[in-house]
């Protein structure tokens, strides 16, 4: 069966510090993947996806994802953080046979500090 | 451009009780996908219709029920509500039928079951 894992269900970090969200994925078949951020009381909004290509995607909001297929993962980054990017942020996989079912991880907060 | 428009935002019901909710897709945006979010977790696939025809279903029992209009947009029947029905439920629409390039979400509405 497919799953998404999202290990860190919070992450405290002080503003203009660097963040690594981390997702682990596991399927037997190709996925997409893709980034979800959900503020408060509001509905996903997509951050960026992996579809193929290169394995460096850069998304809206100055950040960034690595797909790694050794090792199933596709961790969330950002070199400086905003107190703005607090929120919770989704993992998402889509099996490439049925791209219309997203598996969602568990999400994580993150928390920026002042 | 109006996104993903959601009505009710907010809905209290007793156990036993029906509910529907509506969702109106981004004009042009022929796909219309229903996700259950539990609080605490991620979302969970429940239904995708494309061209008002049902093109996937999660694993969800039969008390749940939906449909899409000719103007594509979608209803979600929810029939014998039980206290675990209580969520928040979000709707998606994309252009094609696959979410290969991502959904784009509604604010949802939150069900509250009593």
């Known amino acids: 069966a497919q799953s998404v894992t999202q290990l860190d269900s919070q992450v405290p970090v002080f503003e203009e510090a660097p963040v690594k969200l981390r997702c682990n994925y596991s399927s037997s078949v190709s996925v997409y993947l893709f980034w979800y951020v959900q503020y408060p009381n509001q509905g996903l909004q997509l951050l960026l996806k992996?579809?193929?290509?290169?394995?460096l995607v850069k998304g809206i909001n100055g950040f960034e994802a690595e797909f790694n297929k050794s090792q199933t993962s596709f961790h969330l980054r950002k070199p400086s953080v905003h107190i703005s990017d607090t929120a919770e942020y989704f993992c998402?996989?889509?099996?490439?046979?049925?791209?219309?079912?997203?598996?969602f991880g568990t999400g994580t907060r993150l928390k920026v500090l002042a | 451009d109006a996104g993903v428009t959601q009505s009710p935002t907010h809905l209290i019901k007793t156990r036993g009780q029906q509910v529907t909710l509506r969702c109106s897709p981004i004009?042009?945006?022929?796909?219309v996908s229903w996700y259950q979010q539990v609080l605490g977790q991620g979302p969970q696939f429940i239904f995708q219709?494309?061209?008002?025809?049902?093109?996937g279903r999660g694993n969800f029992p039969d008390r749940f029920s939906a449909r899409q209009f000719p103007n594509y947009s979608s209803e979600l029947n929810v029939n014998a509500l039980l206290l675990g029905d209580s969520a928040l439920y979000l709707c998606?629409?994309?252009?094609?039928?696959?979410?290969?390039?991502?959904?784009?979400f509604g604010s949802g509405t939150r069900l509250t079951v009593v």
């Open positions: 219709y494309y061209e008002k025809e049902e093109r």
């Open positions: 998606a629409s994309s252009l094609q039928h696959g979410g290969l390039y991502g959904y784009t």
């Open positions: 992996y579809l193929s290509g290169s394995t």
């Open positions: 004009s042009g945006h022929k796909s």
């Open positions: 998402a996989a889509a099996p490439d046979s049925g791209t219309y079912k997203y598996i």
